[in-house]
Every structure is written in C-alpha cells, then in structure tokens.
C-alpha cells in the first residue's frame, strides 16, 4: 500500500473514532484537575455542625466519566455543544439544629440528569435532580464566562436553583410533632427559586499545579427565610484548594 493511500486511511480511522460515542472509546485517560479542597458553608439554622469541611477536589475527565467539584456523572449521548449526562450530586444541606426537639435533616441525594454546553460565548451547566430522600426535586442552571491573564483565569458565575416545596420541606419544614415538642409554629414551605452569583479562580503556581478557589452568594427564596429554623437571608460559601492537572 502506498503511504500517502495509508496516510489517508489512518486520518479517516482517526476522524471516525472521534465521532464515536465516548463509552465506545477505549482510549480513556484522566484530563482534569486533581486535589485537596477546605470547603466552608456557614449554616443558615442553628447548628451543632462544622463549617469547615476537607474534602477531595474533582474537576476532570475519565472517558465519558467526569467530576465537577460536587457533580459526578457519565456522558451518555452528544447534545448540541455537549453531551447529555447522567449525575448526581454531593450534597451537605443537612444538618443537626442546636434544639433536640427538632429532628436532624439528613443530606438530600440529588440524581438526575444533566448537561455541559461549552460554546464561544461561555460554558452553560444544566441540571435536573430527583431526590429520593425528600421525595422533592432540584433544578441548578448556571452560566460561566472565563477571562485570562498569564497564569490567572478568572471564571464569573450566576444562575439559579429551584427546589420543590417537598425538598425545602425536607430541610426547612416544622412539622405537627416538631412543633408540639419545640415550641415552633408548624411551618409547610412552598417551592423556592434561589439566585445565585459567584467567582473562581485558577492560578498557575508552576507545571501542572494550581491554586483553586471560588466564593458564592445565594440569595435565599422566602420560603426557605421565613422557616422558623432559618437565621439568614444570604449565604456566602467557598473552597480553597491546591490541585495538579492531568492532560
């Protein structure tokens, strides 16, 4: 076989194996970032719980595996800019309140589906969770930019989540019992819509290690303010990590 006839078949092989499904590609390797992360999310109730969390920093790629900070999922099929994904999220919402009257919250375990739409105007995440715990739903949508400076990426942050009034229920509800032990008035929460606004950055310290950090604001909807177990109206949250990447 002449090489350029050879040339011309491995790029048509090449071209076909980048079109194919990603579960269908054995090629996988981990491209991402990797590292040690203290999360902080100050409790909007009274609570005996920490503040403070160390916990493993994921924001990489394993074949049609991935990880985003607290979203893990797999890519199932490509969708416009992206693939639609199957995920669920690590979340730390429960919480023990101060008063043993009232009943501990449990973590909701958001499962769903998902997407990550990267376009020349920004990466766009959507997410839709049922959670199984709560018997609720939660909806997460957000838009990223990203400006870069030499080692410094700056990624602007807003969007919104939306929970069922059995999701908020869940965390932020009084129920008959509760109450009559307590001393709280009975509270049954709407559904809530919550904006929210952030900011991360990356800076490069040298090859392949990074310093990671974000800070975000919520504004709490007020069917989660109005509970008798909630102090806040806001919630100011962030992680500091060190990462190395993968390529």
């Known amino acids: 076989m002449r090489p350029s006839v050879l040339s011309r078949g491995l790029f048509i092989g090449s071209a076909l194996f980048a079109t194919l499904p990603l579960w269908a590609q054995t090629n996988s390797q981990l491209q991402g970032d990797l590292g040690l992360a203290v999360f902080r999310t100050p409790a909007i109730t009274s609570t005996t719980d920490r503040s403070n969390v160390v916990l493993p920093y994921v924001y990489a790629d394993y074949g049609a595996w991935y990880g985003r900070i607290d979203t893990f999922g797999y890519k199932v099929v490509p969708v416009g800019k992206g693939y639609l994904e199957l995920a669920a999220r690590v979340s730390l919402e429960g919480y023990r309140p101060s008063n043993p009257a009232i009943d501990k919250r449990s973590n909701p375990v958001p499962i769903g589906l998902g997407s990550f739409q990267k376009t020349p105007y920004g990466a766009f995440f959507l997410y839709g969770f049922g959670d199984p715990v709560s018997g609720g739903t939660l909806v997460d949508v957000f838009y990223a930019a990203e400006w870069g400076l030499g080692p410094l990426h700056v990624y602007p942050q807003v969007g919104f989540e939306r929970r069922s009034a059995r999701y908020v229920q869940h965390l932020y509800g009084v129920s008959a019992a509760e109450s009559g032990r307590s001393g709280a008035p009975i509270y049954s929460p709407s559904s809530s819509v919550t904006p929210k606004a952030?900011?991360?950055?990356?800076?490069?310290?040298?090859?392949?290690?990074?310093?990671?950090?974000?800070?975000?604001?919520?504004?709490?909807?007020?069917?989660?303010?109005?509970?008798?177990?909630?102090?806040?109206?806001?919630?100011?949250?962030?992680?500091?990590?060190?990462?190395?990447?993968?390529?």
């Open 198 to 247: 952030a900011i991360a950055i990356d800076y490069e310290l040298m090859k392949s290690l990074k310093f990671t950090g974000e800070i975000e604001r919520k504004w709490l909807d007020k069917s989660i303010y109005d509970s008798p177990l909630v102090n806040a109206r806001t919630q100011t949250k962030g992680f500091l990590a060190l990462t190395r990447t993968f390529q």
